[in-house]
């Protein structure tokens, strides 16, 4: 069965930081690249970046509200992606999901998300 | 930033009724866009890719159209399942991004 599975979410201070780690099963996942996306409380979804395959060299892109924050890497030995959140902000509480990028260019598959509360 | 917005926000309907949800980019997307489905403290469910094409598994009740800046999503016969939130996403260029999404409930 094709399965992204998150976790490492929780309560952090303004100003912390958090690393989400998103476990991979059921494909190759080398060949894709990944996503990751979240949706603060109530609100609708958003893009937060993406890391390309080794074929691509990682290369990674990010939204402009988390650049130079947030670190997208991953392990393709281990099946895992990793999102690195440092100086975290009130604003940045959200499901965090995973997502796998199919060959077709959009997204496919998606994780259960995992949750990020940044408050005093 | 490639601005994405659909039409209507909500919308009331009933069970077998079909409706249509319109998303519109701020300049043109080729055909990449993409349609999700999320249920309430679900994560989201890939309905469509490439304007057109259901994802594997997707019944063919979810169609979809449109070209350039203009898109459509239609579901036909609702059934009780159907009744969620549906976003539209444009994947031509960085950063990527969501509509605001349209909340289908039951009328």
């Known amino acids: 069965e094709v399965q992204l599975v998150e976790s490492g979410g929780g309560l952090v201070q303004p100003g912390g930081s958090l690393r989400l780690s998103c476990a991979a099963s059921?494909?190759?996942?080398?060949?894709?690249?990944m996503d990751w996306v979240r949706q603060a409380p109530g609100k609708g979804l958003e893009w937060v970046g993406r890391?390309?395959?080794?074929?691509?060299?990682?290369?990674?892109e990010y939204a402009a509200s988390v650049k130079g924050r947030f670190t997208i890497s991953r392990d393709d030995s281990k099946n895992s992606l990793y999102l690195q959140m440092n100086s975290l902000k009130t604003e940045d509480t959200a499901v965090y999901y995973c997502?796998?990028?199919?060959?077709?260019?959009?997204?496919?598959?998606w994780g259960q998300g995992t949750m990020v509360t940044v408050s005093s | 930033d490639i601005q994405m917005t659909q039409s209507p926000s909500s919308l009331s309907a009933s069970v077998g009724d079909t409706v249509t949800i319109t998303c519109r980019a701020s300049?043109?997307?080729?055909?990449?866009l993409a349609w999700f489905q999320q249920k309430p403290g679900k994560a989201p469910k890939s309905l469509i890719y490439?304007?057109?094409s259901l994802q594997s598994g997707v019944p063919s009740k979810f169609s979809g159209s449109g070209s350039g800046t203009d898109f459509t999503l239609t579901i036909s016969s609702l059934q009780p399942e159907d009744f969620a939130t549906y976003y539209c996403?444009?994947?031509?260029?960085?950063?990527?991004?969501f509509g605001q999404g349209t909340r289908l409930e039951i009328k």
């Open positions: 300049q043109g997307i080729s055909n990449s």
């Open positions: 997502a796998r990028r199919a060959t077709a260019s959009a997204l496919d598959i």
């Open positions: 059921g494909f190759t996942f080398s060949d894709h690249y």
């Open positions: 490439a304007t057109s």
């Open positions: 890391i390309r395959n080794k074929a691509n060299s990682y290369t990674t």
């Open positions: 996403q444009q994947y031509k260029s960085y950063p990527i991004t």
